[in-house]
T-cell receptor, first 114, second 114 residues
Framework: DGGITQSPKYLFRKEGQNVTLSCEQN?????MYWYRQDPGQGLRLIYY???????QKGDIAEGYSVSREKKESFPLTVTSAQKNPTAFYLC?????????????FGQGTRLTVV | DQQVKQNSPSLSVQEGRISILNCDYT??????FLWYKKYPAEGPTFLIS?????DKNEDGRFTVFLNKSAKHLSLHIVPSQPGDSAVYFC?????????????FGTGTRLQVFP
């Protein structure tokens, strides 16, 4: 059945290491998004992609990188340049046309950097 | 600059009563609004939406009201049930750069008690 999958659910990394969070969808959605959730700050957009091989920075892109080589996949790399990487990361996808724009979210990945 | 604001971080309501969650926005270019519900350690799920050409949209126990002149929308849940206890996010879309970029509020935690 269709859906959007993030893995792993929990991830621990040492400070200074890069880490890549996986996001896969089989909904045939054009647009994909990465959000970060911190207590009291809601969901903040990191990167988004409208089509394959194209992506744009969101509001808090510094210290992150993405790729969109396939329609189904939008991995997020948290680099060592991200000053406060410990957070709950959410991936989402949506159909890229107006009138049916609600996004579908994955279950999230909680990243803890020690 | 918080373009979508949910000024009440939490709300407590008795089962069977009405829950009213509020959301304010600052950007008059927003033309589509959505509400998402989120349980702990899970991704948000879409609840209900409203286009700026309407002032009300109803789906079962959930109704969203939009007041464009006040740049205000609200979600009404009637009657409230314990399973409604979650964090509710308001989100808005503007056709920036021809993409459906969702901008989220900070969320309101609803607790429905017996």
């Amino acid at each position: 059945d269709g859906g959007i999958t993030q893995s792993p659910k929990y991830l621990f990394r040492k400070e200074g290491q890069n880490v890549t969070l996986s996001c896969e969808q089989n909904l045939n959605h054009d647009a994909m998004y990465w959000y970060r959730q911190d207590p009291g700050q809601g969901l903040r957009l990191i990167y988004y992609s409208q089509i394959v091989n194209d992506f744009q920075k969101g509001d808090i892109a510094e210290g992150y990188s993405v790729s969109r080589e396939k329609k189904e996949s939008f991995p997020l790399t948290v680099t060592s340049a991200q000053k406060n990487p410990t957070a709950f990361y959410l991936c989402a996808s949506s159909i890229q046309y107006r009138g049916n724009t609600e996004a579908f979210f994955g279950q999230g990945t909680r990243l803890t950097v020690v | 600059d918080q373009q979508v604001k949910q000024n009440s971080p939490s709300l407590s309501v008795q089962e069977g009563r009405i829950s009213i969650l509020n959301c304010d926005y600052t950007n008059s270019m927003f033309d589509y609004f959505l509400w998402y519900k989120k349980y702990p350690a899970e991704g948000p799920t879409f609840l209900i939406s409203i286009s700026s050409i309407k002032d009300k949209n109803e789906d079962g126990r959930f109704t969203v009201f939009l007041n464009k002149s006040a740049k205000h929308l609200s979600l009404h849940i009637v009657p409230s049930q314990p399973g409604d206890s979650a964090v509710y996010f308001c989100a808005a879309i503007a056709d920036f750069y021809n993409t459906d970029k969702l901008i989220f509020g900070t969320g309101t935690r609803l607790q429905v008690f017996p």
